[in-house]
């Protein structure tokens, strides 16, 4: 996804999101309530919610607390248009945003290409993730890049 060049870089320090938490806590929440409304064997239903519950948890480490080290702490929109990742292991890693980001006034899903080796990577954030100026500059930058 191509964008035009801007005069600085903007930078997104990623920080812990109640949003994101409670919209968590929801769907983990409600899956259990599927699981014990199953008509299965007890111990399959046990299994079930188990693996609910380490669902929960990886995302709350990983996309809450970001306490892994492949997670992204920060992110940075260069001048040209790409993208720099920081992990909390210290590494950095080329990206592209690809097209199919998502973004509404309240939630923002972007899409990473990495550059350097094959993957990609996706970065969930909801308005109380960044700071409010930093959250209207991404926004105007990313209407911006699809125009």
């Given amino acids: 996804m191509s964008s035009p060049p801007f005069a600085a870089p903007l930078s997104l320090e990623l920080s812990s999101s109640r949003r994101l938490l409670l919209f968590l806590a929801i769907t983990h929440f409600l899956a259990l309530l599927f699981t014990a409304w199953l008509s299965v064997l007890w111990w399959l239903r046990l299994l079930l919610s188990c693996l609910v519950l380490v669902s929960f948890l990886f995302y709350f480490f990983r996309d809450v607390r ?29 990206a592209e945003l690809v097209a199919d980001t998502f973004f509404t006034r309240s939630i923002i899903i ?3 290409k990495l550059t350097d080796t094959r993957g990609a990577r996706s970065i969930f954030l909801f308005s109380d993730s960044l700071s409010a100026e ?3 500059r991404l926004c105007v930058r990313l209407k911006t890049g699809r125009e």
């Fill in 66 to 94: 970001r306490q892994f080290d492949f997670c992204i702490v920060r992110a940075t929109w260069q001048c040209d248009g790409s993208w720099l990742l920081d992990l909390r292991d210290g590494r950095a890693l080329a």
């Fill in 110 to 112: 972007l899409n990473f």
């Fill in 134 to 136: 930093t959250w209207r």
